[in-house]
């Protein structure tokens, strides 16, 4: 059994901050990249920040220089800190972890966990 356990969301003012965690744990096949999409009402999923096993790191445009994504190998837990939150950035975010090669198509989601910025 596999268990996706996000942690972090909840309502916050316009410049504030959230941290958001999430661990995968149970019987997996081992992880190479972990990261966090957002959907927002009425708009497809999109992915915000992913993370490599080796650290390399992508962020969606929007969030560039204000989320940080990290990651405890070890752990197989995934961090996204949030700052300089906006109003915008109201979704519902879901935690991705994907294992290596073909076992990818077996990719692994957290049950989402609510951001609302107020302006």
């Known amino acids: 059994q596999v268990q996706v356990v996000e942690s972090g969301g909840g309502l916050v003012q316009a410049g504030g901050s959230l941290r958001l965690s999430c661990k995968v744990s149970?019987?997996?096949?081992?992880?190479?990249?972990m990261g966090w999409y957002c959907q927002a009402p009425g708009k497809q999923r999109q992915l915000v920040a992913r993370?490599?096993?080796?650290?390399?790191?992508n962020y969606a445009d929007s969030v560039k220089g204000r989320f940080t994504i990290s990651r405890d190998n070890a752990k197989n837990t995934v961090y996204l800190q949030m700052n300089s939150l906006k109003p915008e950035d109201t979704a519902v975010y879901y935690c991705?972890?994907?294992?290596?090669?073909?076992?990818?198509?077996?990719?692994?989601w957290g049950q989402g966990t609510q951001v609302t910025v107020s302006s």
């Open positions: 993370i490599a096993t080796g650290g390399s790191t």
């Open positions: 991705n972890a994907e294992p290596f090669g073909s076992y990818a198509a077996y990719a692994y």
């Open positions: 149970g019987s997996i096949f081992s992880i190479n990249t």
